[in-house]
């Protein structure tokens, strides 16, 4: 078997935009705004930003040096840095390989929603029960998910320059484009009947609400804004180290995590200014106790249906696109991780390699795609949420694997390696590193904390604050 030469961005601009286009996701859409509805608006915007410019940059630039430094994905990039860590590779493995199928259900769904909007059947999403009766049925989520499977694969297997460099190029400036279109145009909405406008909703989301705060609420409120960063920044899933690994020699990382950070930051509070807005004008402030996919698949038809047919069909057709975008960008990253583990342990070749991890997925996606109706079960998760087998593969990536692979990271590096192994990375073309000192503190003290306390937080420890 012949080892292939490993690929590479050509040069910032893409690996930022790549890097980007992973991070900025769902996550992004769906449950930013509704954490900061959520945990005291402008109270939480401020919180999350500190942590980005603090626990996120450490993590963000951990992942990226250590991708950088080795040439390698992380099956074999934590033992380059310490043997006694090789272990870490294989448990890394996992969460993609877990989380690319069940992303791809769901991107399914969002595929789903933007045919029925641009082809001018958006409006029968609205009737009561649609999203449920639609995921329960047997074909459709799975055809729509071989769809945005399908393509995720095909942007995998032209390569990281020709396929994942190009493709996060054109998307990316196309879903800046349309998040910051379809945000204008929501904050200038207002519905007669109640007389509420999106005024009010921009209150809800912009002005620090400190009413009733107490200790508690405010660990509660830090909590959730971590556990968002570090799922929203695409950390611990082994994609930045890949993606790293890709990145030149001559590439500023310390400029490039800063500029991934802002974009996905930025994406994340300007779909604030998209949701909060319209369904608190057309919901009310019951509207904005909805997150995830209820958020997206059901409030958020129903605000384009108030919208009227012609306006609520455009704007829906865009929100669905915009959506698809930050999916896919995501997903491929998820593949791309995958893949490149499986070339770097097998020496296979890229397309071989990416057959095989697509029929591979497609079976994880058939499953989770039949747990909706012939294998439908309910079981309750530590956090006390019922789940079926999509939720049951969330909680245990999210909540379980990442932050212990984010932890034993830090661990490697803060306390094993030393934290000099990613400086000297980070400073290898004579780069400054501003926050250098609090690089050090973070990775070797204070990200530890607050991944142990993201990991108790799993299990329902702290919900009653
Ligand atoms: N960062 C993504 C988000 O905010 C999370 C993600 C990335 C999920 C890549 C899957 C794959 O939604």
């Known amino acids: 078997m012949e080892q292939k030469k490993r690929g590479s961005f050509t040069g910032s601009i893409g690996f930022v935009l790549a890097a980007a286009g992973s991070a900025v996701g769902l996550g992004n859409l769906w449950r930013f705004p509704y954490l900061a ?14 942590l980005a410019l603090t626990f996120g940059f450490a993590l963000m630039t951990t992942e990226i040096a250590i991708g950088r430094k080795t040439g390698k994905s992380c099956i074999d990039a934590y033992g380059m840095i310490d043997k006694d860590f090789k272990f870490l590779g294989p448990i890394a493995f996992i969460i993609p390989f877990v989380i690319f199928p069940y992303y791809c259900v769901i991107g399914g769904w969002v595929m789903k929603y933007a045919y029925a909007f641009v082809t001018g059947a958006g409006m029968s999403t ?7 009766s639609f995921i329960t049925a047997q074909w459709s989520p799975i055809f729509w998910c071989a769809v945005f499977m399908f393509i ?17 190029k054109v998307l990316m400036p196309l879903l800046c484009v349309i998040i910051v279109g379809i945000a204008v145009f929501s904050c200038t909405v207002s519905d007669p009947e109640s007389g509420r406008s999106a005024i009010d909703g921009l209150k809800i989301y912009l002005i620090p609400n400190f009413d009733g705060l107490t200790i508690g609420k405010f660990f509660r409120i830090l909590l959730d804004a971590m556990g968002q960063l570090f799922y929203s920044m695409s950390l611990a899933m082994g994609i930045m180290i890949t993606y790293g690994s890709y990145s030149r020699k001559d590439t500023n990382l310390v400029k490039s995590v800063n500029q991934i950070e802002i974009f996905d930051t930025a994406i994340a509070v300007i779909a604030g200014f998209i949701m909060i807005p319209t369904v608190f004008t057309f919901m009310g402030s019951k509207g904005l106790e909805s997150a995830g996919p209820s958020l997206l698949f059901v409030s958020m038809p129903q605000v384009f249906k108030a919208m009227g047919p012609v306006v609520g069909g455009i704007v829906g057709s865009f ?13 491929v990253s998820l593949m791309e991780t995958i893949a490149s583990m499986v070339m770097d342990k097998f020496g296979l070749k890229r397309k071989l390699t990416t057959l095989i991890v697509l029929i591979a997925s497609a079976i994880i996606a058939l499953v989770t795609c039949l747990g909706y109706n012939v294998w439908y079960f309910e079981v309750t998760l530590p956090n006390g949420s019922t789940a079926q087998i999509l939720d049951i593969l969330d909680y245990f990536t999210n909540n379980l694997l990442m932050p212990i692979v984010a932890l034993i990271t830090c661990i490697l590096i803060g306390w094993v390696a030393g934290s000099k192994s990613v400086i000297d990375e980070v400073k290898l073309n004579g780069e400054k590193f501003g926050r250098e000192g609090l690089y050090k503190v973070m990775v070797k003290y204070i990200a530890p904390i607050c991944l142990i306390l993201i990991l108790i937080s799993s299990f329902g420890v702290f919900s009653k604050l």
């Open 37 to 50: 509805a959520k945990d005291g608006g402008g109270l939480f915007l401020v919180v999350y930003i500190i």
């Open 126 to 132: 609205v009737a009561d029960g649609y999203f449920g």
């Open 152 to 168: 995720s694969a095909l942007v995998v297997f032209f390569g990281v320059e020709k396929g994942i460099e190009k493709f996060s």
């Open 319 to 331: 929100f669905f696109v915009l959506v698809i975008f930050a999916a896919l960008t995501s997903s």
